[in-house]
């Protein structure tokens, strides 16, 4: 007996020690990695799962060379978000693209076979899950104030709004409105333009002066991300005038009639000045701004000569401040 039982010891110690060398390593032992915002594959470590705007990230996996596996994504709802992998063979890894099914947390559940496991019909041990969470949200340039367009030019200019889009998105909608309220989901209420997008900007086409708000929201697989913070931009324009219009060209006392180039936007008052040739000006008084934007003013001019009329405006919230000077011949009449 003493010379057996050790026997039978060692016997089983060699056993245990074989049937430890073929057993398959655990799914937790596999390499599961995950696409970040700059394309780059992320390792997951499940205890600390990581965020990313990449609204379609590729992920990888690669197991134990002594197992088989499977992979299954699913989305935030808990279904699968990609088609599954299934019994995979160790030796080659994993690849698939995960669409986009709305923010929030997704998951990649692994499970281990044997590899001998042909139909993998017996897991090794229950499947870990390595966890992302996909939080895509447009962010939008800062843009406090916008000058619609250079004084004395009628054309009006677009603001090209950098974005800092989500990676991955196939589709992006940058809303503005004037005066823009929204509704609980970020959205603008009621209607609001849409402005085209193209080489990290989006060209917005203001109608005229105003407080605006503009949103934005990426989109890919048919879902979409939720609107960005709102940005507001007050849209301004130049004082200059568009139309001066001599209603009394008869001297020696003569009166005008002018608009400013904005409009009804302007309020206020215009201060009247005229200087004849190059000496100083000298203060007509003040002319009050209707609805229209217009207003009337009259000015004495004795001698011949060549004048100037200057129109002063201190601004308001969507006019800036400025001068706009007017020069003219006199005769008996303006004749020019």
Same mark, same amino acid.
């Given at each position: 007996m003493r010379t057996t039982r050790p026997v039978q010891l060692v016997a089983a110690a060699a056993v245990l020690a074989g049937a430890a060398g073929g057993a398959a390593a655990p799914a937790g032992d596999a390499t599961v990695t995950v696409a970040g915002d700059d394309g780059r594959p992320i390792a997951i470590n499940p205890a600390a799962p990581p965020a990313i705007r990449n609204l379609r990230p590729a992920v990888g996996v690669t197991a134990d060379p002594a197992t088989r596996f499977s992979v299954v994504v699913t989305d935030p709802a808990g279904k699968p978000a990609a088609g599954p992998i299934a019994c995979q063979d160790a030796a080659q890894p994993a690849a698939l693209q995960v669409p986009f099914r709305g923010n929030g947390a997704y998951a990649i559940a692994v499970t281990a076979f044997a590899p001998t496991d042909a139909n993998c019909a017996a897991p090794v041990g229950p499947a870990v899950t390595y966890p992302f969470t996909i939080a895509g949200k447009v962010v939008l340039g800062s843009v406090g104030r916008f000058q619609l367009r250079d004084a004395g030019k009628p054309e009006r200019k677009p603001l090209s709004l950098p974005v800092d889009a989500d990676p991955g998105s196939q589709t992006r909608e940058i809303r503005f409105a004037p005066n823009g309220r929204l509704r609980r989901d970020g959205s603008l209420r009621g209607r609001s333009a849409q402005a085209p997008f193209a080489n990290g900007a989006a060209s917005l086409r203001f109608p005229g002066p105003g407080n605006y708000t503009v949103v934005g929201r990426d989109g890919a697989d048919g879902h979409d991300t939720p609107w960005s913070d709102p940005?507001? $931009? %007050? &849209?301004?324009?130049?004082?200059? =005038? *568009? &139309? &001066? %219009?001599?209603?009394?060209?008869? /001297?020696?006392?003569?009166? =005008? !009639?002018?608009? $400013?180039?904005?409009? /009804?936007?302007?309020? *206020? &008052?215009?201060?009247?000045?005229?200087? %004849?040739?190059? *000496?100083? !000006?000298?203060?007509? *008084?003040?002319? %009050? $701004?209707d609805g229209r934007g217009a207003f009337g003013a009259k000015f004495r001019a004795r001698t011949a000569g060549l004048y100037r009329l200057r129109f002063s405006y201190r601004g308001n919230g969507l006019v800036t401040p400025g001068v706009f000077v007017k020069r003219l011949r006199v005769g008996t009449a303006i004749v020019g």
């Amino acid at each position: 007996m003493r010379t057996t039982r050790p026997v039978q010891l060692v016997a089983a110690a060699a056993v245990l020690a074989g049937a430890a060398g073929g057993a398959a390593a655990p799914a937790g032992d596999a390499t599961v990695t995950v696409a970040g915002d700059d394309g780059r594959p992320i390792a997951i470590n499940p205890a600390a799962p990581p965020a990313i705007r990449n609204l379609r990230p590729a992920v990888g996996v690669t197991a134990d060379p002594a197992t088989r596996f499977s992979v299954v994504v699913t989305d935030p709802a808990g279904k699968p978000a990609a088609g599954p992998i299934a019994c995979q063979d160790a030796a080659q890894p994993a690849a698939l693209q995960v669409p986009f099914r709305g923010n929030g947390a997704y998951a990649i559940a692994v499970t281990a076979f044997a590899p001998t496991d042909a139909n993998c019909a017996a897991p090794v041990g229950p499947a870990v899950t390595y966890p992302f969470t996909i939080a895509g949200k447009v962010v939008l340039g800062s843009v406090g104030r916008f000058q619609l367009r250079d004084a004395g030019k009628p054309e009006r200019k677009p603001l090209s709004l950098p974005v800092d889009a989500d990676p991955g998105s196939q589709t992006r909608e940058i809303r503005f409105a004037p005066n823009g309220r929204l509704r609980r989901d970020g959205s603008l209420r009621g209607r609001s333009a849409q402005a085209p997008f193209a080489n990290g900007a989006a060209s917005l086409r203001f109608p005229g002066p105003g407080n605006y708000t503009v949103v934005g929201r990426d989109g890919a697989d048919g879902h979409d991300t939720p609107w960005s913070d709102p940005l507001r $931009i %007050r &849209v301004v324009a130049p004082f200059d =005038l *568009g &139309v &001066v %219009r001599f209603t009394d060209k008869t /001297g020696p006392d003569f009166r =005008l !009639f002018a608009q $400013i180039g904005e409009g /009804g936007t302007a309020s *206020g &008052v215009v201060s009247v000045a005229i200087a %004849r040739g190059n *000496g100083p !000006f000298r203060p007509l *008084g003040r002319a %009050r $701004i209707d609805g229209r934007g217009a207003f009337g003013a009259k000015f004495r001019a004795r001698t011949a000569g060549l004048y100037r009329l200057r129109f002063s405006y201190r601004g308001n919230g969507l006019v800036t401040p400025g001068v706009f000077v007017k020069r003219l011949r006199v005769g008996t009449a303006i004749v020019g």
